[in-house]
């Protein structure tokens, strides 16, 4: 028992340790959150053109629809560290690391974002488009007022799924020397000679996801009562 | 009032529709029967154009609604449509869902619209479920706010796609009720339908439908008194 307390106290107190693991924590929370707006807008846009493209002869939209499957294929099919190197040594402009986070993890979650969209539209009954064009409204007033509405029902748990699963993934920014939580609690275990660092940072990590897990929930629930209403 | 000229439409390689031409006159009913698989429904939906057709030419009110440079969502205003599921929209109030499309037309204020709706609902005796979702309801009474949704836009045409094929038995009076009260306010009507006794007691004519062409068109009497299609007559021994 003293031995842990001393082991913890050598991982978060001595020399200030724990400010480490908050900075850490701060730019792991900032790549996290910038990269899933970017992410929801990038996927938003690809799941609108892979939807409008369907059945149309606009050949524009057909042009920008293979854009957004070479998209989705190649980022969906390679590892997120190679993407985040590439990123990261190819564009040599980026003025930093954390830079070259945001973009490299918003592109890789607006590519599973835009299947979730995609996936909580096509979900919706194909006659409540019907039933709108019917009454003489336009494709995007449907997709508005009757489609997005029951759509958002099937895409925000997934949604949440994928911020989870991003938070967790974006530990592996260090590989291009981002001082994220990871990479911080990996460099206090040099200093303390044990691996109790890295049993604070994944407590952290934890708390997070299991914070954003209960978010989901009530959300779940808060959708589940309006259906049955 | 619709005039459907040589109508065919292709799924792929299915011929579904092998030239329909047909006049709709102002104040008919006409009711279209036939064997499943047929063509009924694609027929329907291609006089809304929810199905584009693949060849022919359908004009309504003096309009070629097939010609591309057709407003189809104007041309969709005044033709109301009613689908074998209802397809109410869940996220919506009942009173929403007959108001949306008036007031985001443009064509009524949001307070005109719930007055219709209003007075709409007292008609259909569910004016108590005005602030109600549509999953609290029947599939009698979803019907019947889905003829009335369509209503609310003041159409000039009401087309019904087995509007009661869906519903329990004993829900099926009730929406065939309104309907025949629709029928006799005057409004021109299409309806496919297999209630054969619906289309004999409330059409002015019926459409007998066979492999993507009409083969045998008559007044109800005559069509399910005397019927001279060979076809017409065996499907109309299994049916009746
Ligand atoms: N969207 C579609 N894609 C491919 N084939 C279709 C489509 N819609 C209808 N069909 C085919 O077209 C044919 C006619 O269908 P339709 O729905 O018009 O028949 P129907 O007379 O309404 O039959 P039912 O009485 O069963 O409703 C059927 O063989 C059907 O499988
Ligand atoms: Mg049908």
Redesign the interface.
């Known amino acids: 028992m003293q031995t842990i307390l001393d082991n913890l106290y050598g991982a978060l107190i001595r020399e200030n340790r724990w400010q480490l693991y908050l900075q850490g924590l701060a730019i792991t929370l900032q790549i996290t959150l910038v990269a899933c707006l970017i992410g929801i807008v990038l996927g938003m846009l690809v799941a609108v053109v892979k939807i409008y493209a369907v059945g149309s002869r606009n050949p524009v939209l057909k042009a920008l629809n293979v854009i957004c499957n070479f998209y989705t294929t190649v980022i969906r099919g390679t590892p997120m560290v190679l993407q985040l190197l590439i990123i990261y040594f190819g564009l040599t402009f980026l003025p930093s690391g954390v830079v070259a986070c945001y973009i490299g993890f918003g592109i890789n979650s607006g590519a599973y974002a835009s299947e979730i969209f995609r996936g909580g539209i096509n979900s919706v ?1 194909a ?2 488009m ?9 494709r995007n ?1 449907t997709m508005r ?2 489609v997005m ?2 759509a958002v029902k099937n895409i925000l748990p997934s949604l949440f799924n994928e911020l989870i699963s991003l938070l967790k993934e974006t530990s592996i920014a260090g590989y291009i020397a981002v001082n994220d939580l990871t990479k911080l609690s990996n460099g206090i275990k040099g200093r303390t000679l044990n691996i109790y660092p890295l049993f604070v940072a994944g407590a952290l990590y934890l708390l997070l996801t299991v914070l954003l897990t209960q978010v989901q929930r009530w959300i779940e629930r808060r959708f589940a009562r309006s ?3 | 009032m619709i005039e459907v000229k040589n109508l065919l439409k292709n799924f792929g390689d299915l011929t579904v529709l092998k030239g329909v031409s047909e006049t709709i006159k102002p104040g008919e009913k006409v009711a279209i029967v036939g064997p499943s698989g047929s063509g009924k429904s694609t027929f329907l939906r291609c006089l809304n154009l929810l199905e584009t057709p693949t060849g022919g030419e359908i004009w309504f009110d003096g309009e070629e609604i097939t010609s591309p440079r057709c407003d189809v969502d104007k041309v969709r205003r005044k033709m109301g449509m009613v689908f074998q599921h209802f397809n109410l929209f869940p996220n919506l109030t009942i009173q929403r869902n007959i108001t949306l499309a008036p007031v985001k037309l443009g064509l009524q204020t949001q307070q005109q619209a719930n007055e219709t709706a209003d007075t709409l609902l007292r008609r259909i005796g569910l004016a108590d479920k005005a602030d109600t979702y549509p999953a609290m309801l029947s599939g009698g009474q979803k019907q019947r706010i889905a003829i009335v949704r369509a209503l609310a836009m003041n159409p000039q045409v009401m087309l019904f796609d087995e509007p009661t094929s869906a519903l329990d038995p004993e829900m099926v009076g009730e929406v065939l009720d309104l309907i025949r009260e629709v029928a006799d306010a005057g409004m021109t009507m299409v309806i496919v339908t297999h209630e054969m006794h619906f289309a004999r007691e409330v059409a002015t004519r019926v459409l007998f439908m066979d492999e993507g062409v009409i083969r045998e068109q008559n007044t109800p009497e005559a069509l399910f008194g005397s019927p001279q299609d060979e076809r017409l007559q065996s499907f109309l021994s299994k049916v009746l």
């Open positions: 009954d006659g409540q019907e039933a709108g064009r019917s009454l003489g409204l336009s007033s007022y009757i509405p029951q259906d049955r209403g």
